[in-house]
């Protein structure tokens, strides 16, 4: 799998060090698993901050504030280069129930920590039914798990990454003849528009 649409050098840099909200890091790792392009460019961002601490001038730091920063580099989360799982990562989310909100459209919240004000979920949509259509008041991550949409960008496949800005009003189309899955993180409140996008976010609780 090649995936296509990728995140922002910006993006990578804050998910190799570890600084995405944790929802949002769900999802970038998502579309890292599946890019090799990804994968190589997060080894050669951490490679770059490890080089950094190691030309630190010792006397600058002292030794115990060298042996703090180790230890804070060493206790922060690694990248894990995968295989841990082999399982899909669809199939290795924690889920909670999901649910049907119209014919063809689920709903399921991710049990993974996220910020309270943060939304972190799986969003399914059939061939032919209208995606939920929403607005937002602040970031949103996706990467398409499987399945396919297309929106005025072109065709998001299996793999592939979106990040959306404020207030963004679109409404994508699933591409092909399966359901389309995607997981999703987004920050601030969901502000639904249209019936299947109220339906999705007043009673699925995500
Ligand atoms: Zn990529």
Redesign the pocket.
């Known amino acids: 799998m090649n995936?296509r649409?990728?995140?922002s050098p910006d993006i990578l840099a804050a998910y190799a060090a570890g600084t995405l909200a944790p929802g949002f890091g769900l999802v970038v790792g998502a579309?890292?698993e599946?890019?090799?392009?990804?994968?190589n460019?997060v080894a050669a961002y951490e490679a770059a901050s490890g080089a950094a601490l190691q030309t630190l001038p010792l006397e600058a730091v002292g030794g115990d504030a060298l042996a703090r920063v180790m230890s804070r580099i060493e206790a922060a989360p690694a990248y894990q280069p995968m295989q841990v799982d082999a399982r899909p990562l669809l199939e290795r989310l924690p889920l909670k129930p999901k649910r049907w909100v119209a014919p063809g459209v689920w709903v399921a919240a991710v049990d993974t920590p996220h910020a309270d004000e943060d939304r972190v979920y799986l969003l399914s949509v059939a061939p032919g039914m209208p995606t939920a259509r929403h607005e937002h008041s602040g970031a949103e991550f996706c990467t398409v798990l499987q399945g396919a949409f297309r929106d005025e960008v072109g065709v998001f496949r299996a793999?592939d990454?979106a990040a959306a800005e404020n207030d963004l009003d679109h409404q994508p189309v699933v591409e092909g003849d399966e359901p389309c899955v995607c997981l999703f993180a987004t920050e601030g409140r969901l502000k639904p528009k249209g019936v299947i996008g109220k339906l999705a976010f007043a009673f699925a609780d995500v």
């Open positions: 995936p649409h990728h995140p579309h890292v599946t890019c090799a392009a990804c994968r460019q793999g990454f």
